[in-house]
Protein backbone atom coordinates (compact mmCIF):
# COMPACT_ATOMS: atom_id res chain seq x y z
CA UNK A 1 0.00 0.00 0.00
CA UNK A 2 3.02 2.35 0.20
CA UNK A 3 2.48 3.26 -3.50
CA UNK A 4 -1.15 5.01 -2.14
CA UNK A 5 0.38 7.54 -0.06
CA UNK A 6 3.37 8.76 -2.67
CA UNK A 7 1.86 11.42 -4.25
CA UNK A 8 -0.06 12.98 -1.61
CA UNK A 9 1.99 16.07 -0.63
CA UNK A 10 1.31 16.59 2.73
CA UNK A 11 3.17 17.70 5.91
CA UNK A 12 1.91 16.71 9.46
CA UNK A 13 3.33 18.11 12.72
CA UNK A 14 1.59 17.99 16.36
CA UNK A 15 2.12 19.58 19.88
CA UNK A 16 0.56 18.80 23.41
CA UNK A 17 -0.36 21.44 25.49
CA UNK A 18 0.26 22.52 28.42
CA UNK A 19 3.92 23.18 28.10
CA UNK A 20 6.41 25.35 29.78
CA UNK A 21 5.57 29.16 30.22
CA UNK A 22 9.49 29.75 28.89
CA UNK A 23 10.67 26.58 27.13
CA UNK A 24 9.55 26.04 23.68
CA UNK A 25 6.72 23.28 23.49
CA UNK A 26 7.59 20.13 22.46
CA UNK A 27 7.13 19.64 18.26
CA UNK A 28 6.80 16.05 16.61
CA UNK A 29 5.76 14.38 13.10
CA UNK A 30 3.61 11.70 13.56
CA UNK A 31 4.09 8.30 10.97
CA UNK A 32 0.47 8.91 10.04
CA UNK A 33 -2.43 10.85 10.04
CA UNK A 34 -5.82 10.07 10.86
CA UNK A 35 -9.18 11.56 10.38
CA UNK A 36 -12.39 9.86 11.48
CA UNK A 37 -15.87 11.34 10.84
CA UNK A 38 -18.37 10.50 12.92
CA UNK A 39 -21.06 11.43 14.52
CA UNK A 40 -22.52 11.46 18.19
CA UNK A 41 -25.86 10.10 16.80
CA UNK A 42 -24.16 7.52 14.92
CA UNK A 43 -24.53 3.75 17.11
CA UNK A 44 -22.05 2.11 14.64
CA UNK A 45 -19.40 4.65 15.40
CA UNK A 46 -18.50 3.48 19.03
CA UNK A 47 -16.54 0.95 18.13
CA UNK A 48 -14.38 2.77 15.79
CA UNK A 49 -14.05 5.45 18.64
CA UNK A 50 -13.45 2.95 21.18
CA UNK A 51 -10.52 1.75 19.06
CA UNK A 52 -9.15 5.45 18.13
CA UNK A 53 -9.04 5.97 21.92
CA UNK A 54 -6.16 3.20 22.03
CA UNK A 55 -4.42 4.24 19.22
CA UNK A 56 -0.40 5.33 20.38
CA UNK A 57 -0.54 9.63 20.27
CA UNK A 58 3.01 9.69 19.33
CA UNK A 59 3.35 7.86 16.35
CA UNK A 60 -0.42 8.49 14.79
CA UNK A 61 -2.43 11.55 14.85
CA UNK A 62 -6.28 11.45 15.00
CA UNK A 63 -8.59 13.78 14.58
CA UNK A 64 -11.95 13.06 14.55
CA UNK A 65 -14.70 15.27 12.89
CA UNK A 66 -18.05 16.23 13.66
CA UNK A 67 -19.69 17.15 9.96
CA UNK A 68 -23.27 16.55 10.96
CA UNK A 69 -25.37 19.61 11.59
CA UNK A 70 -27.61 17.36 13.81
CA UNK A 71 -24.32 17.09 16.18
CA UNK A 72 -24.01 19.32 19.29
CA UNK A 73 -20.17 19.84 18.37
CA UNK A 74 -21.06 20.31 14.70
CA UNK A 75 -18.08 22.01 13.32
CA UNK A 76 -18.27 23.87 10.09
CA UNK A 77 -14.69 23.49 9.00
CA UNK A 78 -15.26 19.60 9.27
CA UNK A 79 -18.29 19.27 7.04
CA UNK A 80 -16.35 21.21 4.27
CA UNK A 81 -13.52 18.59 4.74
CA UNK A 82 -15.73 16.30 4.67
CA UNK A 83 -17.71 17.45 1.75
CA UNK A 84 -16.13 19.65 -0.47
CA UNK A 85 -12.22 18.58 0.00
CA UNK A 86 -13.10 14.65 0.21
CA UNK A 87 -16.72 14.28 -0.97
CA UNK A 88 -17.32 11.54 1.09
CA UNK A 89 -21.34 10.32 1.75
CA UNK A 90 -20.64 7.76 4.29
CA UNK A 91 -20.73 7.94 8.26
CA UNK A 92 -18.43 6.66 9.75
CA UNK A 93 -15.62 7.40 7.02
CA UNK A 94 -11.68 7.32 7.92
CA UNK A 95 -9.21 9.08 6.08
CA UNK A 96 -5.47 7.77 6.21
CA UNK A 97 -2.92 10.28 5.03
CA UNK A 98 -5.28 12.34 2.95
CA UNK A 99 -5.15 9.64 0.15
CA UNK A 100 -6.20 6.35 1.61
CA UNK A 101 -10.01 5.46 2.81
CA UNK A 102 -12.31 3.18 4.50
CA UNK A 103 -15.72 4.12 4.91
CA UNK A 104 -18.66 2.42 7.22
CA UNK A 105 -18.00 0.67 10.56
CA UNK A 106 -16.82 -2.64 8.67
CA UNK A 107 -13.84 -1.34 6.86
CA UNK A 108 -13.15 0.91 9.69
CA UNK A 109 -12.39 -2.21 11.39
CA UNK A 110 -9.18 -3.17 9.25
CA UNK A 111 -7.70 0.72 10.32
CA UNK A 112 -4.93 -0.94 12.24
CA UNK A 113 -4.15 -3.38 9.50
CA UNK A 114 -3.82 -0.46 6.81
CA UNK A 115 -1.83 1.50 9.27
CA UNK A 116 0.82 -1.26 9.76
CA UNK A 117 1.33 -2.30 5.85
CA UNK A 118 1.83 1.71 4.80
CA UNK A 119 4.74 4.15 5.09
CA UNK A 120 4.49 7.53 4.07
CA UNK A 121 7.81 10.06 4.87
CA UNK A 122 6.22 13.54 6.03
CA UNK A 123 8.35 16.24 4.67
CA UNK A 124 7.60 19.97 3.75
CA UNK A 125 7.80 22.12 6.70
CA UNK A 126 11.09 23.14 7.15
CA UNK A 127 10.86 24.17 10.60
CA UNK A 128 8.39 24.73 12.93
CA UNK A 129 8.44 26.31 17.03
CA UNK A 130 5.26 27.11 19.25
CA UNK A 131 6.52 29.22 22.32
CA UNK A 132 4.94 31.37 24.78
CA UNK A 133 1.45 31.07 22.36
CA UNK A 134 3.24 32.31 19.01
CA UNK A 135 3.77 29.91 16.37
CA UNK A 136 6.32 30.17 14.31
CA UNK A 137 7.22 28.10 10.93
CA UNK A 138 8.76 28.17 7.50
CA UNK A 139 8.53 25.92 4.43
CA UNK A 140 10.01 26.23 0.24
CA UNK A 141 6.69 24.53 -0.36
CA UNK A 142 3.98 27.14 -1.82
CA UNK A 143 0.91 25.42 0.03
CA UNK A 144 -0.74 27.10 3.40
CA UNK A 145 -0.74 25.94 7.02
CA UNK A 146 -3.62 24.42 8.77
CA UNK A 147 -4.00 23.99 12.66
CA UNK A 148 -6.79 21.95 13.88
CA UNK A 149 -7.43 22.37 17.76
CA UNK A 150 -8.32 19.07 19.20
CA UNK A 151 -9.92 18.71 22.74
CA UNK A 152 -11.42 15.97 25.22
CA UNK A 153 -15.43 16.55 24.55
CA UNK A 154 -18.22 14.68 26.51
CA UNK A 155 -20.13 12.49 24.35
CA UNK A 156 -23.54 14.03 23.83
CA UNK A 157 -25.67 10.53 24.96
CA UNK A 158 -23.11 7.82 26.03
CA UNK A 159 -20.95 8.78 29.51
CA UNK A 160 -17.49 8.99 27.55
CA UNK A 161 -15.42 11.13 26.25
CA UNK A 162 -14.09 11.88 22.59
CA UNK A 163 -10.10 12.42 23.16
CA UNK A 164 -9.57 13.79 19.94
CA UNK A 165 -12.67 16.17 18.47
CA UNK A 166 -11.90 18.93 16.26
CA UNK A 167 -12.97 22.07 17.98
CA UNK A 168 -11.87 24.87 15.53
CA UNK A 169 -9.66 25.42 12.38
CA UNK A 170 -7.41 28.24 11.46
CA UNK A 171 -5.07 28.36 8.34
CA UNK A 172 -2.13 30.23 8.11
CA UNK A 173 -1.69 32.01 4.38
CA UNK A 174 2.05 30.54 3.01
CA UNK A 175 3.46 33.96 3.62
CA UNK A 176 2.26 34.44 6.92
CA UNK A 177 5.07 32.79 8.94
CA UNK A 178 4.27 33.57 12.47
CA UNK A 179 1.12 33.90 14.29
CA UNK A 180 -0.11 34.67 18.04
CA UNK A 181 -2.42 31.70 19.48
CA UNK A 182 -2.48 32.85 22.89
CA UNK A 183 -6.08 34.30 22.55
CA UNK A 184 -7.36 31.08 20.24
CA UNK A 185 -6.28 28.58 22.61
CA UNK A 186 -7.44 28.69 25.33
CA UNK A 187 -7.84 25.14 26.96
CA UNK A 188 -4.25 24.26 28.14
CA UNK A 189 -4.87 20.46 27.50
CA UNK A 190 -5.67 21.19 23.52
CA UNK A 191 -3.42 19.36 21.28
CA UNK A 192 -2.42 21.39 18.25
CA UNK A 193 -1.79 19.77 14.54
CA UNK A 194 -0.70 21.43 12.09
CA UNK A 195 -1.14 20.19 8.39
CA UNK A 196 0.53 21.40 5.10
CA UNK A 197 -1.77 21.04 2.19
CA UNK A 198 -3.57 21.93 -0.07
CA UNK A 199 -7.28 23.35 -0.34
CA UNK A 200 -8.03 21.09 -4.07
CA UNK A 201 -10.47 18.02 -3.86
CA UNK A 202 -8.40 14.81 -2.73
CA UNK A 203 -9.13 12.01 -4.77
CA UNK A 204 -9.21 9.11 -2.57
CA UNK A 205 -8.30 5.41 -2.57
CA UNK A 206 -10.40 2.26 -1.30
CA UNK A 207 -7.67 0.41 0.94
CA UNK A 208 -10.09 -1.89 2.33
CA UNK A 209 -9.09 -5.24 1.61
CA UNK A 210 -13.38 -5.88 0.98
CA UNK A 211 -13.86 -2.86 -1.20
CA UNK A 212 -17.26 -1.68 -2.42
CA UNK A 213 -17.15 -2.80 -5.50
CA UNK A 214 -16.78 -0.25 -8.42
CA UNK A 215 -18.29 2.55 -7.22
CA UNK A 216 -16.47 5.63 -6.76
CA UNK A 217 -16.64 6.38 -3.03
CA UNK A 218 -15.51 10.18 -3.83
CA UNK A 219 -19.30 10.91 -5.89
CA UNK A 220 -21.64 12.73 -4.84
CA UNK A 221 -25.53 12.40 -5.58
CA UNK A 222 -27.79 14.35 -3.35
CA UNK A 223 -30.49 11.42 -3.17
CA UNK A 224 -27.62 9.17 -1.72
CA UNK A 225 -25.89 11.62 0.08
CA UNK A 226 -29.20 12.19 2.69
CA UNK A 227 -30.30 8.83 2.90
CA UNK A 228 -26.77 7.59 3.75
CA UNK A 229 -25.87 9.71 6.51
CA UNK A 230 -25.37 6.51 9.05
CA UNK A 231 -24.24 3.44 8.15
CA UNK A 232 -26.94 0.62 8.66
CA UNK A 233 -27.93 -2.57 7.11
CA UNK A 234 -30.45 -1.47 5.30
CA UNK A 235 -29.83 1.43 3.26
CA UNK A 236 -29.75 -0.55 0.31
CA UNK A 237 -33.44 -1.95 0.90
CA UNK A 238 -34.80 1.66 0.62
CA UNK A 239 -32.55 2.75 -2.12
CA UNK A 240 -33.90 -0.17 -3.77
CA UNK A 241 -37.33 0.85 -2.92
CA UNK A 242 -36.98 4.66 -3.99
CA UNK A 243 -35.77 3.85 -7.81
CA UNK A 244 -38.75 1.43 -7.70
CA UNK A 245 -41.04 3.97 -6.95
CA UNK A 246 -39.78 6.50 -9.25
CA UNK A 247 -39.85 4.30 -12.35
CA UNK A 248 -43.61 3.35 -11.01
CA UNK A 249 -44.81 6.88 -11.37
CA UNK A 250 -45.32 7.14 -14.86
CA UNK A 251 -47.46 3.97 -14.89
CA UNK A 252 -49.33 5.06 -12.32
CA UNK A 253 -49.90 8.45 -13.13
CA UNK A 254 -51.24 7.30 -16.81
CA UNK A 255 -53.41 4.34 -15.35
CA UNK A 256 -54.39 7.60 -13.28
CA UNK A 257 -55.57 9.52 -16.72
CA UNK A 258 -57.09 6.50 -18.03
CA UNK A 259 -59.29 5.87 -15.10
CA UNK A 260 -60.27 9.29 -15.07
CA UNK A 261 -60.92 9.33 -18.90
CA UNK A 262 -63.34 5.64 -18.70
CA UNK A 263 -64.86 7.43 -15.87
CA UNK A 264 -66.15 10.07 -17.99
CA UNK A 265 -66.99 8.08 -20.88
CA UNK A 266 -69.14 6.07 -18.75
CA UNK A 267 -71.36 9.21 -17.42
Same mark, same amino acid.
Request: glycine share 4%.
Given at each position: ???????? *??????????????????? #????????? %???? @?????????????????? *????? /?????? #??????? %?? &?? +???? /?????????????????????? /??????????????? %??? =??????????? #? @??????????? @? &???????? #??? +???????????????? /? +??????? @????????????????? %??????????????????? +??????????????????????? =?????????? =??????? &????????
Amino acid at each position: MESVFNDA *TIDVLVVDLPCSEFDKCEV #FRPNHLVEY %YGAD @WCEPCEPLELMLDNMDNE *TIAVI /QHHPSI #FDQTYLN %YS &KF +RFED /QFRLIFIPSIVINSAGLLTGSG /QGQELNQVLASSTIN %YSG =IDDLSFSNGTV #F @WNTSTPYNLTI @W &KLESVEHE #FDN +RSLNHLAVDMKTLNNT /Q +RTENLSS @WVTNATSRLVFVLQGDD %YQQLQSLSSNPTGDKNLNE +RQQIISELLEYDGGYDLAIITFL =ILLVCLLPAL =ISFRKLQ &KQVDNESE
